[in-house]
């Protein structure tokens, strides 16, 4: 839980330096709620022993505030922490035991109940305090610009370029804007063995091939391959999302299954649904496939014998 803890300290320090320091109080808001919930349910509802030392609550809140703008007000913050921690995690029996991402269901309850707090973004700064201007994500200028009638080509010279993009200068969420900074911490969890490389490259060459095979069959219609890997939720999903060990496949081929899984969804709702971004939902409808992955991907225990019917 350290490990991944470190891993995403690069991005949140890259999204203090963009959106100033409400990203970090963002930030201590939601792991405080987490930590907070988790110890009210351990003690006066479930009566058993604290679990805040195994640190998941710590990341629960990190990736919570990873995935909300950084001018989210105090109380909505708090809302979705109660969520995540007690219906996405305690509710299932806690730590090891629940189906879902539980940051990522609280995030998308958000969504949900809150949508125009929800996607209003603050845009980049580089200062430390922010000024309060909001502006639309790249991916919902291509959503909304196509709906118009517009052409990729011209909407294309409205966003960020792919350097701003890489290192972050973009509106979104909290912790989704620096791809630079989540791939620092893909390389440091990848050298300390803490994740495979199963799921993040599967799904992140998912959403590449598939948007490229679009993109070259109707460039006036579609984004190349590039900006749909850079913006949105994408690498942070396939990071620190879809990596999950207790919602994610346990084999190696279940991962590779699992992380095309995820990138074919965010494909099909990015490119046909009306929402400009789908990876918490692909990773959350995934989740709910992990236990049949499992069963057919499960080895043979070396010795057993089939038995046919």
């Not at 074919?264 to 709702?269: G, S």
């Not at 692909?282 to 070396?302: E, G, H, S």
Request: hydrophobic letters at 50%; charged letters at 10%; one cysteine or more.
């Amino acid at each position: 839980m350290r490990g991944v803890i470190y891993a995403m300290l690069p991005a949140l320090a890259f999204s203090v330096y963009t959106f100033g320091l409400n990203a970090l109080l963002v930030t201590l808001e939601a792991v405080i709620s987490c930590v907070l919930f988790e110890q009210l349910i351990n003690r006066y509802l479930l009566g058993r022993q604290s679990s805040i030392a195994d640190g998941s609550a710590i990341i629960t809140g990190m990736l919570l505030a990873f995935n909300v703008p950084t001018n989210l007000p105090l109380h909505i913050i708090v809302l979705g922490s109660a969520v995540a921690v007690g219906i996405g995690k305690m509710s299932f029996g806690g730590l090891g035991n629940n189906p879902f991402n539980p940051a990522l269901v609280g995030r998308v309850f958000l969504l949900m109940s809150f949508p125009v707090q929800m996607t209003s973004w603050p845009t980049a700064q580089g200062t430390l305090i922010a000024d309060g201007t909001t502006g639309a994500t790249a991916l919902g200028l291509l959503k909304d610009g196509l709906r118009q009638g517009e052409q990729v080509s011209s909407l294309m010279r409205e966003m960020p370029s792919y350097a701003e993009l890489f290192f972050g200068f973009q509106g979104g969420s909290l912790g989704e804007m620096s791809a630079f900074a989540l791939l620092l911490g893909l390389v440091y969890m990848l050298y300390r063995k803490i994740i495979t490389w199963h799921v993040p490259v599967s799904m992140v060459a998912t959403v590449f091939l598939l948007t490229a095979v679009f993109w070259l069959i109707d460039p006036g219609k579609y984004a190349n391959p590039a900006f749909h890997v850079l913006t949105g939720g994408v690498l942070i999903g396939a990071i620190f999302m879809a990596t999950d060990y207790v919602t994610s496949p346990f084999t190696h081929k279940g991962m590779i299954i699992f992380g095309v899984g995820i990138g074919l969804i965010t494909v099909v709702i990015r490119l046909f649904g009306s929402y400009p971004e789908g990876v918490s939902f692909a990773i959350l409808i995934m989740n709910a496939f992990v236990p049949l992955i499992n069963r057919y991907t499960k080895p043979t225990r070396y010795g057993a014998k089939t038995v046919s019917s």
